[in-house]
Structure formats: C-alpha cells, structure tokens
C-alpha cells in the first residue's frame, strides 16, 4: 500500500513560500494586564480566576485559603510550572499551588487593551483576523519590506516587520507577544506556541523536518485530546508518524474528510485565507454560581443572576450594533447534567427586556428538579441592526406588526424574584426539587 510522503520531503512543496502569515498571542495575557497595575507581583505564582470583583485594585489573597467552585482562567508561567492551567478548578489548582496568589478577573480591561494592541498591529499590517481577546492571524504577504533580505539573512526583512510589529504592541499595550510565521496559518499558530514568551519564531519549508515534524501529533491545531487518543493506539504519536500514515488505516479510522485533513495538516499544507472581516453568530453570557442554588428557596438570585445576564448581553449587542431572533438559556444542574432551549421570535431584539422575556419563555419549558449550578443566556440568529432611516415607514396597506412590548408601557417589576403579584416569575412555584 503506498505511503505518504514524510514531512522532510516535502519542501519543495513551500519553497520559496509566496504567502506570509504570522499569528500573533499575546502572553498569559490575562495575568500580564494584572502585572502591569501589580508589578510587585512580577515572578510570583498568580492565579486569575473566579468571580469578578467589584474592586479590581482588591488585594490578592492565598490562593489556598479559596473556597467555591470558579475556575482558572489564566495563570502566570510561575503558577504553570505547579502544574495549574487554563480551565483549572481553582480548588484543584490550590492543591497543587496552594501558596500562588488569587487575582479576580477584570474583563473590562481585558478588552480595552485588546483593542489597544490590535489597532498597534494594524499600523503596520492592516489586514488581520480577530481569532479573540488575544490572537490574531496577520497577512503579511504584500507588505513592504517582508520579501527582502537583509545581508546574508533571506528572511532578514521578514524578521525586521514582524519585530517592528511586537514593539509597537509593547509601546502601546507595555504586555509581550509571540509571532509565528510561516507559509499558511496551520503552521503559523504551531510557531507562535515554540518559543513562548516573547517569541519570533519563522517556521518555514526548510525548518518543517526539525521543527514540526518530531512535534507531539496532538500540537496540530485542530487535533484534540480524543483524536490525538487514537492516533496514539494506531501508532502515530508525532507528526512525522502522521505524515507517514497511510491514508486508507486513517479513513478506517475516521472517514475520508478528517483522513485527508490530518495528512494534509502533517505535511503542513493549509489554504484557509485570513478572513479579515466575519460576522458573529451569537453572543452569550454564563455565570457559576459559588454554591448550587435551589429553584425555589433561591429564586431571588436565580432572578438576579438572569436579570444581570440578559442585560449584559444586551450591551454586547448594542456595543457591536446587532440584534438577535433567537434567545436561548443554558442550565447546568448539581449533577453535571446540562439542558439548553431555545425560543425564536417574530422579530429580532438587542433590548435587554426583550432578551429577559424570551428567556423566561425557555425556562417554562424546563423541568427544575435539581439544584442549579449554571445560568446562561444565548441571543443567536444575528444580524446587524438597521438603522430608523433604512425603514420605511408603516402604511396602512402594511402595518408593522407589534412583536415587543411598546416603550410606553411598564415594565415587568423584577423586585425579588418570588412570582408575587406585580412581579416577573422567572422561575416557577411549580419546580420541584429533591434537595
């Protein structure tokens, strides 16, 4: 049976390589934002997660000393080496670092300075694709400078850009970043991760066979733990492996379309463009609660926790300027058990009352017979939001039909949440629960 060509061979097949794309991933960024208004902090072992504080200057505490049940959302290289991670639960991690300090979270910051570091990449290489608050694919094939050597350096201009690049982030932000480079964004996202922090790594035909080839299979983007699972029981455990699978064991093993993909991506070809500008599909808020809180006894802040969600994924799309037909509802019960449903209307809302009526229309069609430990609100079905001088105006012949409660009329009163009369019952007398 034929085999494929391994990764080492293949060069020619990038050489010279006419597209440049790099991916840029700001660095531990969460924690880096927190070091820079704690610079005291800097070399320690810190933890950020958990619920959101109300003051973010609030001082850290041991890390050990937390009780509940948020998770990590980022740590600092220190903290990384106890074994803590991104997804974490912060008890765990405070088993294995119990002396790392805790930071809350502070996404309001978090995003101002996400901004602030891609329009300082746009200077330079506006054509870019928002992978998220701290990723971005960047084309850099047409700008000026990339394609020239600099004496014996054939990359030497290509370095130059893409340094010029990580000093206007650290000029406009004062956090790090890590560039790859490479022929496409399969190989780009792989570079960005080898030389972490403050990495500049080019990842191009002639270092594939030293450089990506011995890689563990499962540092292929788009390899996951379950697929990198059952590679390793065919034998394939690096990508070399893979670049030498046959194609036939692989469709056996996972049908023609991911077969072919895994053996392209070894051999490190990709063509996916940068897409510079997408629209989203959703926008969507969740909350963990400290403790599991009962239907009915706790319906006060089960009502809350709803209110504060809707209206925050309400700002979401008026910030962005969409509207919704879909609103959906997320539950997570004390047994890990997790229920959606979803209620689509006759017209799209951005309103954050709007977004709380569609919502309670989901939760009547939830049985709440446990503890809940989750919340979340989804709006789906996007579109960007016309402006009142795109309509035109009712008519008799066709009136607009009223699909939202007008703005003269009062408002559903949401006091405590106990379904008395005046009162919004999100959740209802009739769950019951079994403790």
């Known amino acids: 049976m034929p085999r494929s060509a391994p990764v080492s061979t293949m060069s020619s097949m990038h050489d010279p390589p006419l597209r440049l794309v790099a991916h840029l991933d700001m660095d531990a960024f969460y ?13 320690l072992p810190v933890v950020i997660g958990g619920a959101r504080s109300l003051d973010p200057d609030a001082a850290p505490r041991r890390l050990g000393d937390y009780a509940g049940r948020g998770v ?19 008890m765990k991690a405070a088993a294995l670092a119990p002396d790392a300090l805790l930071l809350p979270v502070d996404f309001d910051e978090y995003r101002r300075l996400s901004r602030d570091f891609k329009l300082a990449v746009a ?11 701290d990723e971005i694919y960047i084309e850099l094939s047409d700008v000026p400078g ?21 000093n206007n982030v650290w000029a406009a932000t004062g956090l790090h970043c890590s560039i790859g480079i490479a022929a496409n964004k399969l190989l780009a996202k792989v570079a960005s991760d080898l030389d972490k922090p403050d990495g ?32 390793h029981r065919l034998g394939i455990n690096t990508v070399a492996d893979l670049a030498n699978a046959d194609l036939n064991e692989l469709t056996t093993h996972f049908g023609d379309s991911q077969a072919q993909w895994l053996l392209r991506a070894a051999h490190g070809l990709d063509d996916r463009p940068v897409v510079t500008a997408s629209e989203p599909v ?8 400290e403790r599991d809180l009962h239907p009915r006894l706790d319906r006060s802040l089960l009502t809350q926790a709803l209110v504060r969600l809707c209206e925050r994924v309400s700002a979401d799309l008026t910030k962005r300027g969409y509207e919704g037909r879909t609103v959906g ?17 006759d017209a799209p809302v951005d309103q954050s009352l709007a977004i709380l009526l569609g919502a309670r229309d989901c939760l009547k069609r939830v049985i709440l017979s446990r503890r809940i430990r989750l919340l979340g609100v989804r709006v789906s079905g996007l579109s960007r939001k016309a402006s009142v001088f795109d309509a035109p105006p009712p008519t008799a012949l066709a009136p607009r039909r009223q699909t939202a ?9 949401i006091a405590n949440g106990t379904g008395s009369q005046g009162t919004l019952p999100l959740f209802d007398d009739s769950a019951t629960t079994d403790g």
């Open 405 to 413: 409660r007008p703005a003269s009329a009062p408002a559903p009163h």
């Open 329 to 345: 509802i997320k539950l997570r019960f004390d047994d890990f058990r997790t229920v959606t449903r979803d209620a689509t209307l």
């Open 146 to 166: 990339v394609h020239e050597p600099v004496g014996h350096d054939r990359w030497g201009g290509l370095r130059a850009v893409a340094q010029e690049i990580k």
């Open 72 to 90: 990590v959302t980022t740590a600092t290289y220190e903290a990384r080496q106890y074994g803590v991670h991104s997804g974490m639960g912060l």
């Open 200 to 231: 500049l790594t080019l990842l191009m035909s002639e270092d594939l066979a030293e450089r990506y080839a011995p890689l563990p299979v499962q540092r292929i983007h788009g390899v996951g733990p379950q697929s990198a699972k059952r590679l």
């Open 282 to 289: 959703s926008s969507s808020r969740e909350t963990t609660f």
């Open 123 to 133: 200077r330079i290489a506006p054509r870019i694709e928002d992978r998220g608050i």
């Open 31 to 43: 924690a880096s934002v927190e070091l820079l208004r704690r610079p005291e902090l800097r070399g």
